[in-house]
């Protein structure tokens, strides 16, 4: 039979074809298929920037998605002639919903539905080209719960990285990025000899995790500088301490916050009733290389360092989250934060310290008291990240995925949005690099390790003088022990002065390993914290 009526009855064996399958809909399918409807609604509701989405274009990236998740490791065990025939569903089907059903009738008993509409949700949340949205498994929403609750950083390097292009989104101060000396700027071009490039964002931090005794590989490229370099990460003996309080003398505290998380406004508070029995009377605070963290946090600590009564900022957003049916304050709509009461520090003269590597909380903070002519803003233009995130349950799989994504826009008190644009200090202040050439040859002599083994051997028989030297050498490199047979065998372009400070930054990280030492600031060697100092002295 041929022609209309034999193609007229194909058409009706294929419907109701359709039809028995999803009559039997397993209950994953239907679940999975809820999952991406829910992700769409959110991003076409909630997102940002939702005017630049369609569900059109979602369903075009979430069809792209699966289509491209043949290629997965996770389905390497599929038969080719499977993998043809799924592709073919997915690329007949007008949305994501209509691919997962034909999809079912092509698979057997046990595909597992859900982890194959992951591959679509994913490549709908990239669709917005926003780096900070994502979708969250349960145990990637427990640590990120982890982690504003101030835990669970044993296993990261303090850096992350952007897989659109590799480049380095932020570093942490105190972390092993920071201290190996990855800067933003940089771009990842290898993470423990796999490439960066075309791996999905979810991958990249996978793999951006430390394990005691293995060292993390990290090939990244420095513009201006001919080779690539390899840093090597390892996990740290002790966790990093989040507020670091120092008294400096002549009447000046200096205090340092390395993230915002919810326990920090009680630990700076802590930190500057401290200070102040100690005789503060002027504060430095410091807000460089911290990527921010929780809006809470930051309006807390401003509450500290502002007069009563003060817009810390304004907050705009489309989501209005909710937990089946019931309201959940304080995270969408649009809001305005002030301070709510009177302390000692609120008119004590301060200095602020910033850098590119400041973002988020950190600017919003910075640029708070910046507005309010509060103190002295110190170091160069910040980040940029005006924008907020907010982990939003999605019903239809409970407990096993959620939707991260940026819902909110933050304004500072004048009004002005920081995003793309930083806060500007009011004393620009660049530390001075090394040439290209010469942080090669300081990365050639870390990675010989010459100069730690040096350290090690003069240990035994003049721990204190190097425990002393640590705090300040004077940049005398006399003072050391043995410095010149060193300086002599290492055969290095490098001059005696660079050599000293790789000497005593290997003294200074010795001590942190076998003694637990937390180094608050290093006035010697930090000419941003010696500006501070001068603005504060005068």
Same mark, same amino acid.
């Given at each position: 039979?041929?022609?209309?009526?034999?193609?007229?009855?194909?058409?009706?064996?294929?419907?109701?074809?359709?039809?028995?399958?999803?009559?039997?809909?397993?209950?994953?399918?239907?679940?999975?298929?809820?999952?991406?409807?829910?992700?769409?609604?959110?991003?076409?509701?909630?997102?940002?920037?939702?005017?630049?989405?369609?569900?059109?274009?979602?369903?075009?990236?979430?069809?792209?998605?699966?289509?491209?998740?043949?290629?997965?490791?996770?389905?390497?065990?599929?038969?080719?002639?499977?993998?043809?025939?799924?592709?073919?569903?997915?690329?007949?089907?007008?949305?994501?919903?209509?691919?997962?059903?034909?999809?079912?009738?092509?698979?057997?008993?046990?595909?597992?539905?859900?982890?194959?509409?992951?591959?679509?949700?994913?490549?709908?949340?990239?669709?917005?080209?926003?780096?900070?949205?994502?979708?969250?498994?349960?145990?990637?929403?427990?640590?990120?719960?982890?982690?504003?609750?101030?835990?669970?950083?044993?296993?990261?390097?303090?850096?992350?990285?952007?897989?659109?292009?590799?480049?380095?989104?932020?570093?942490?101060?105190?972390?092993?990025?920071?201290?190996?000396?990855?800067?933003?700027?940089?771009?990842?071009?290898?993470?423990?000899?796999? +490439?960066?490039? %075309?791996?999905? /964002? $979810?991958?990249?931090?996978?793999?951006?995790?430390?394990?005691?005794?293995? *060292? #993390?590989? =990290?090939?990244?490229?420095?513009?201006?500088?001919?080779?690539?370099?390899?840093?090597?990460?390892?996990?740290?003996?002790?966790?990093?301490?989040?507020?670091?309080?120092?008294?400096?003398?002549?009447?000046?505290?200096?205090?340092?916050?390395?993230?915002?998380?919810?326990?920090?406004?009680?630990?700076?508070?802590?930190?500057?009733?401290?200070?102040?029995?100690?005789?503060?009377?002027?504060?430095?605070?410091?807000?460089?290389?911290?990527?921010?963290?929780?809006?809470?946090?930051?309006?807390?600590?401003?509450?500290?360092?502002?007069?009563?009564?003060?817009?810390?900022?304004?907050?705009?957003?489309?989501?209005?989250?909710?937990?089946?049916?019931?309201?959940? +304050?304080?995270? %969408?709509?649009? /809001? $305005?934060?002030?301070?709510?009461?009177?302390?000692?520090?609120?008119?004590? *003269? #301060?200095? =602020?310290?910033?850098?590119?590597?400041?973002?988020?909380?950190?600017?919003?903070?910075?640029?708070?008291?910046?507005?309010?002519?509060?103190?002295?803003?110190?170091?160069?233009?910040?980040?940029?990240?005006?924008?907020?995130?907010?982990?939003?349950?999605?019903?239809?799989?409970?407990?096993?995925?959620?939707?991260?994504?940026?819902?909110?826009?933050?304004?500072?008190?004048?009004?002005?949005?920081?995003?793309?644009?930083?806060?500007?200090?009011?004393?620009?202040?660049?530390?001075?690099?090394?040439?290209?050439?010469?942080?090669?040859?300081?990365?050639?002599?870390?990675?010989?390790?010459?100069?730690?083994?040096?350290?090690?051997?003069?240990?035994?028989?003049?721990?204190?003088?190097?425990?002393?030297?640590?705090?300040?050498?004077?940049?005398?490199?006399?003072?050391?022990?043995?410095?010149?047979?060193?300086?002599?065998?290492?055969?290095?372009?490098?001059?005696?002065?660079?050599?000293?400070?790789?000497?005593?930054?290997?003294?200074?990280?010795?001590?942190?390993?076998?003694?637990?030492?937390?180094?608050?600031?290093?006035?010697?060697?930090?000419?941003?914290?010696?500006?501070?100092?001068?603005?504060?002295?005068?």
């Amino acid at each position: 039979m041929t022609g209309p009526v034999a193609r007229s009855l194909s058409a009706l064996f294929l419907a109701a074809a359709t039809l028995s399958a999803a009559a039997r809909q397993p209950e994953d399918l239907k679940k999975a298929k809820a999952y991406v409807a829910e992700v769409r609604k959110h991003l076409l509701e909630s997102y940002v920037e939702r005017e630049k989405l369609s569900g059109e274009k979602l369903d075009k990236a979430g069809l792209a998605g699966l289509a491209a998740a043949m290629d997965h490791r996770d389905y390497a065990a599929l038969d080719e002639k499977t993998r043809v025939r799924i592709r073919g569903s997915v690329r007949e089907a007008r949305s994501v919903e209509a691919a997962l059903d034909a999809v079912s009738i092509v698979v057997d008993d046990g595909f597992d539905f859900l982890k194959f509409a992951d591959h679509a949700a994913r490549a709908m949340v990239r669709e917005t080209g926003d780096p900070y949205s994502r979708i969250l498994t349960s145990d990637e929403f427990n640590k990120l719960l982890k982690l504003m609750q101030g835990g669970g950083r044993e296993e990261s390097p303090g850096l992350a990285v952007q897989a659109a292009d590799g480049a380095v989104a932020y570093v942490q101060y105190g972390y092993p990025a920071y201290e190996e000396g990855i800067e933003i700027g940089d771009v990842v071009v290898e993470i423990d000899g796999k +490439p960066v490039a %075309g791996r999905a /964002q $979810e991958e990249i931090n996978e793999s951006l995790k430390l394990r005691p005794g293995t *060292p #993390l590989a =990290v090939k990244i490229r420095r513009p201006g500088h001919a080779e690539p370099y390899v840093f090597r990460l390892e996990a740290r003996a002790s966790p990093v301490k989040d507020v670091r309080t120092e008294y400096l003398g002549e009447g000046i505290g200096y205090l340092r916050m390395t993230i915002f998380d919810l326990k920090l406004s009680s630990e700076v508070r802590k930190g500057l009733e401290d200070l102040k029995r100690r005789g503060m009377k002027k504060l430095i605070l410091d807000l460089r290389h911290n990527p921010g963290g929780a809006l809470p946090a930051a309006t807390a600590v401003a509450d500290l360092l502002l007069p009563q009564g003060l817009v810390i900022t304004t907050t705009e957003s489309n989501y209005k989250p909710n937990l089946f049916g019931i309201e959940i +304050p304080g995270v %969408g709509g649009d /809001q $305005e934060y002030k301070t709510k009461v009177r302390t000692d520090f609120e008119e004590m *003269p #301060l200095v =602020v310290l910033i850098d590119r590597a400041s973002a988020s909380a950190s600017e919003l903070l910075a640029g708070a008291l910046q507005d309010h002519r509060r103190g002295k803003l110190i170091g160069r233009t910040t980040y940029g990240k005006g924008v907020g995130q907010a982990p939003i349950f999605l019903t239809s799989v409970f407990q096993k995925r959620y939707l991260y994504l940026t819902v909110m826009t933050y304004k500072l008190p004048s009004g002005r949005s920081i995003h793309h644009k930083g806060v500007v200090p009011d004393i620009d202040f660049a530390e001075e690099k090394p040439s290209p050439e010469t942080f090669a040859r300081i990365r050639s002599l870390r990675e010989g390790g010459r100069v730690a083994k040096y350290v090690d051997a003069a240990w035994g028989g003049h721990a204190g003088a190097l425990r002393r030297l640590a705090k300040n050498d004077g940049f005398e490199w006399g003072r050391y022990p043995g410095f010149d047979a060193l300086y002599e065998s290492l055969e290095t372009r490098l001059s005696k002065d660079e050599v000293r400070a790789e000497v005593r930054r290997a003294v200074r990280r010795r001590m942190e390993r076998t003694e637990n030492v937390v180094w608050t600031s290093d006035l010697e060697t930090d000419a941003q914290l010696q500006r501070a100092l001068v603005e504060l002295l005068d």
